[in-house]
């Protein structure tokens, strides 16, 4: 028989090429998560399986395949949120991701969003575009000057120092962090106790922390309530980290001056009251969205693949 995998989403040509030297390849044409019975099936139809953010695939799902082919969820990405490792372990079916691939691209993406909302990038544009502009004058759109001021990180992994790297030596900015352990930093940076006393330390609170049921709604009101007046908050994790409707409340009510989000509690759906407010910058999840990232991370994968079907250890198994 045959080797058969099956990849979740359309992927670039030079990652598709690469798999389909290990056997057939079928890639699903649709652009959105795989449904329960299309997942199911793939369990049943696939040796391997390349699902990416949203595919599901819960102990519930993973229990349902009878019989089970699939041996390995080769995930495209670095968070596997979406994927019951303990279940699919139970199952003797092996789950790898893309660390690392994502790591400068997310990092930048930080950073836009940062620049964006302290600089009212946004609603410059915006301005702009509707033809209401009457020119240059010394009050337009005053924002916040990101030089030397305090970046609060949610989450010290390879995310949070490569965005703590960037704002450190590019903006001069002080760095305090809060992380479950210390971590050693390529920059001067302070580990504080709690959320709180980052987000009331920093003028700007960015969101690096891994996503899953440990870490969802962790940053809410409290921290939002320890924010300064004038501070931005930025997500570019996973959106349920975030207690979504508490954001909203502290944007409504003044406590924050703004936001820049590239992810949502429940994606694709974003709530209105954020789409309508000037001060929120809403991107559609681009973190990684840039041809030279997605093909390294899906060649990862595919070694993560090629190594399965030698019968080798896995190279980013989780």
Known sequence: MSRRVLISRPLPEAVIAAAEELGEVVVRGETTPMTRGEMVAALQEYDAIVPT?????????????????????????????HIDVLAATALDIAVSNT?????????????TLMLMTARRAGEGERLVRSGRWQGWHP????????????????????????IA??????????????????RETAMPARRLDTIEAVA??????????????????????????????????????????VDEAALIDALE???????????????????????RMENVTLLPHLGTNA?????????????NLRAFFAGKALPNAV
């Open 53 to 81: 953010l949203g595919d599901a695939f819960s102990a519930d799902v993973l229990g349902a395949a009878d019989p089970l082919r699939c041996g390995l969820l080769a995930n495209f990405g670095v968070g596997y949120d």
């Open 165 to 182: 790297l960037r704002a450190h030596y590019g903006f001069e900015m002080e760095v305090v962090y809060y992380n479950r352990s210390a």
């Open 139 to 162: 009050t337009q759109l005053l924002g916040l000057h990101l030089t030397g001021k305090t970046l609060g990180v949610i989450g010290m992994g390879r995310i949070g120092q490569a």
């Open 291 to 303: 041809l030279e990232v997605r093909e390294s991370m899906g060649m990862m994968a595919v070694e």
């Open 200 to 241: 009331a330390a920093s003028d700007v609170v960015v969101v690096a922390l891994a996503g899953g049921a440990g870490t969802r709604h962790m940053v809410g009101t409290s921290c939002f309530a320890a924010m300064r007046e004038h501070a931005i908050f930025v997500n570019i994790a996973r959106g349920e980290i």
């Open 253 to 275: 009510a003044g406590e924050i001056a703004g936001a820049g989000l590239d992810v949502y509690e429940h994606e694709p759906d974003v709530p209105e009251a954020l789409r």
């Open 99 to 111: 660390p690392g691939a994502v790591t400068d691209a997310t990092a930048d993406l930080a950073l």
